[in-house]
């Protein structure tokens, strides 16, 4: 059983659409992030969330505590933005340690 | 320019050979993590570190070792006892592990992708 479950796990779109990945978690969290891992491998962080809503350029995470359950949307995308996208949570049992997500692949098609 | 590197980006092991990975940090963090990858998989622990001269187990801490004796450094060693070392291996840091959601908010290298022929 995991803890974090991501979906869709793969998703191709063509460039202009929004994207939405959903991220869903069992255990009690004191935050969750979102980040952004491209082919080369290197990850970058794009959002660390303990409530609400968080916008940076075209990305927009959400999340809804009682629901346990976040989004990431990208608008008008682009094929840059290919890349994994991970969902993370910060369990509140432990502070120091991130339970993961598998990924979603997200390619987008010019 | 602060952040973290790892050495080499590429690597090449023989069966029963043993290998270390390097990741260095100039951030002045406190916290530092090794992390293993594989397809379709999470992120899973191996080994951290809170301070220097200090480090814990993860959740796959067997056929792996790591020393912290200096709090930029945190190299971590692939032993013969790893039975699947072929993975791509990432290291993070943070400036702390407690308090503050943004104190613990890790920062990643770029990763080291190890292939045993």
């Known amino acids: 059983k995991n803890e974090v479950e991501q979906s869709p796990q793969n998703l191709t779109a063509q460039e202009g659409e929004f994207i939405t990945i959903n991220c869903s978690y069992s255990v009690g969290i004191s935050a969750l992030h979102w980040l952004q891992q491209h082919p080369g491998g290197g990850i970058v962080s794009l959002f660390m969330?303990?409530?609400?809503?968080k916008k940076h350029g075209r990305l927009i995470a959400t999340i809804n505590i009682q629901e346990k359950h976040s989004s990431l949307h990208i608008t008008a995308s682009h094929p840059r933005d290919s890349a994994v996208y991970i969902c993370?949570?910060?369990?509140?049992?432990?502070?120091?340690?991130?339970?993961w997500g598998a990924g979603t692949k997200l390619i987008i098609k010019p | 320019d602060g952040g973290i590197t790892q050495s080499p980006k590429y690597l090449f092991r023989k069966e029963g050979q043993n290998v270390t990975l390097s990741c260095e940090q100039n951030l002045n963090h406190d916290a530092m993590y090794w992390y293993r990858q594989d397809p379709g998989q999470g992120l899973r622990l191996i080994y951290y570190s809170q301070i220097v001269n200090d480090f814990q187990k993860g959740d796959i801490a067997e056929g792996y070792s790591v020393s912290r004796e200096k709090k930029e450094s945190f190299p971590l060693t692939v032993t013969s006892a790893q039975k699947n070392p072929t993975a791509f291996y990432l290291c993070a840091s943070s400036i702390g592990t407690s308090g503050d959601s943004s104190y613990n908010e890790q920062f990643f290298g770029p990763g080291t992708r190890l292939t045993v022929l």
């Open positions: 993370a949570v910060r369990w509140i049992a432990s502070n120091y340690q991130l339970i």
């Open positions: 969330l303990s409530s609400g809503k």
